[in-house]
Each structure stands twice: as structure tokens, then as C-alpha cells.
């Protein structure tokens, strides 16, 4: 299912026209059979397999390959994957770049975002979408999230027991000016926070004793 994604995101890309060049990672040589990886380069990059057009890249080597010298390396195991999105964006080769998640069909070329006025005038340059509003009871007070980030938890009498989340799927962002929140979030992602609270309660202890 995940091939057929984004064989149509890559083909409604195409269709609209869409002249920005792209990026398709992969999680494992697993996840992109050497059969498919040859037919979306010579489709979609200009009938050449090494097309700078379009460039597909194995996001677990970057991680085994960059991340051990960052520090910043993610739980690779389990099915769920939503929490390596954000490495996808910081090892793009791409300082703008536009994520798109693999089930999006675009019916006009994206390349407009780029020079859209609410992109152009954010100190950020940075572009979000709203997801759908859920239930105040999924964002449990404890979910440490609150406490790294000093926010306050919301309460069911916010907005009526919603609260509004933000789109995961598709966003822009200029690497030139939001590397520091990019690379907050792969900190968050990588289960960094847990081994440096662990080693401060341990300081802790050790102090106390």
C-alpha cells in the first residue's frame, strides 16, 4: 500500500505539472524493493535512473549513518513510523523543503507555496495545516510533553472538550531559518529527553546520598 502512495503522489505530482525536484524516503531496503526503486526513478526522473530529479533515499542508513554522530537517533523498531518524519525533513538535501505524506494526491502544482504570502512573511518561514479538532482526554496532563515544553495541559473546558492539532502530513519549512524548532523536535522524537532526565535524577540521587 505504501508503494501504490506514493507511486500516485509521484504521478499526481507529475500530472499537475510540478517542476520542483523531489525527494522519496524509505524506511529500509524492505520498504523499496530494487524493482520499484527502478521504476519510480526511470517514471518519475526523467526516464534516468540517476536523475537528480528525483532522488530516493533509505532514511534507516542516514539515521545508522548520521545519527550516531548527532546523537540524535530515534526508536527504529515497531510498525508506527510518524516519529521519523521530522528526520526525513532534516536530512533532506533541501534547505525549503515541502513534505508531503506518501497518501497525498495534489490537484495543483505546490511549487506556489514557496512564494505564498503567509510562507514569505513568517520570521520562521514555515507553512502549517490544522488537523482535525480531538478530544482534550487524548492529551493526558502527564504526557510529559507539558513539562518540556513549560506549556500548561488543556481542560475539557477548552474550546468545548477539542483542541486543535496540527497536520503532519504536509507542511513547509525553510531549514535557513527553523533549523533549531527542526531539530528540537527530532531531540523530542529520538528519546533524547528520556536518557537526559534519567541521568539528571541519577545526579540527583547521587547528590542526595
Not at 62 to 85: F, N, Q, V, W
Not at 154 to 169: H, M, N, V, W, Y
Request: negative net charge; glycine residues 6%.
Amino acid at each position: 500500500m505504501l508503494l501504490t502512495n506514493a507511486f500516485l503522489l509521484l504521478a499526481s505530482l507529475q500530472r499537475v505539472r510540478c517542476e520542483l525536484p523531489m525527494e522519496l524516503f524509505h524506511f529500509g531496503a524492505e520498504e523499496m524493493p530494487a524493482r520499484w526503486r527502478q521504476m519510480l526513478l526511470e517514471r518519475f526522473g526523467d526516464g534516468n535512473a540517476a536523475s537528480s530529479r528525483l532522488d530516493v533515499r533509505d532514511l534507516r542508513a542516514l539515521l545508522h549513518e548520521k545519527g550516531s554522530l548527532s546523537g540524535l537517533t530515534p526508536d527504529m523498531g515497531g510498525s508506527s513510523k510518524y516519529h521519523l518524519k521530522p528526520f526525513a525533513l532534516l536530512y533532506s538535501r533541501f534547505q525549503e523543503v515541502l513534505f508531503l505524506d506518501a497518501d497525498i494526491v495534489v490537484l495543483r502544482d505546490v511549487a506556489c507555496l514557496f512564494s505564498s504570502p503567509e510562507y514569505l512573511k513568517k520570521e520562521s518561514s514555515a507553512l502549517f495545516w490544522k488537523d482535525l479538532s480531538s478530544p482534550v482526554g487524548l492529551f493526558d496532563a502527564s504526557n510529559p510533553i507539558f513539562y518540556l515544553l513549560s506549556l500548561d495541559p488543556p481542560t475539557r473546558k477548552d474550546r468545548g472538550g477539542l483542541i486543535e492539532t496540527q497536520d503532519s502530513a504536509i507542511l513547509v519549512v525553510d531549514k535557513g531559518t527553523a533549523l533549531e524548532p527542526l531539530l528540537l523536535v527530532c531531540w523530542l522524537n529520538s528519546g533524547g529527553h528520556s536518557s537526559d532526565q534519567r541521568q539528571e535524577e541519577k545526579v540527583n540521587e547521587e547528590e542526595d546520598d
